[in-house]
């Protein structure tokens, strides 16, 4: 058997153990949805998540397929967060391209 300040410290312990840990935050929503048509080249894409995310973790980019040019085109954005850091907001510099797939990429990894 343990004495109880053994008890006690290992509690203690266990404890601080519990609330270092916590859950990473999942995307759980992007608009305009995956293979949507017709969507503006204006329009704004938006990532929600769970939970708070620490936004100098979050890397997004964009690009679409140039047929003539047979290359990957970068497309520019600017991005803002909401006040919970949950809201991921993503507009293109000029405008998205028209009648073309906008490929996205958001890498999380360090979340």
């Keep these: 058997m343990f004495s109880k300040p053994l008890m006690a410290a290992l509690g203690l312990l266990l404890t601080c153990f519990t ?7 999942t995307l759980v929503s992007v608009g305009p949805a995956d293979g949507t048509i017709g969507v503006s080249t204006t329009a704004t894409v938006v990532f929600t998540f769970d939970a708070a995310v620490d936004t100098n973790t979050v890397v997004v980019e964009f690009s679409y397929f140039n047929l003539t040019t047979f290359e990957q085109v970068a497309i520019p ?3 803002s967060w909401n006040a919970g850091f949950t809201v991921l907001s993503c507009k293109a510099v000029t405008s998205f391209p028209p009648n073309s797939p906008v490929l996205w ?3 999380t990894s360090d979340i």
């Design 19 to 25: 609330f270092g840990v916590h859950a990473q935050p």
């Design 105 to 107: 990429t958001l890498d």
């Design 77 to 79: 954005v600017t991005s």
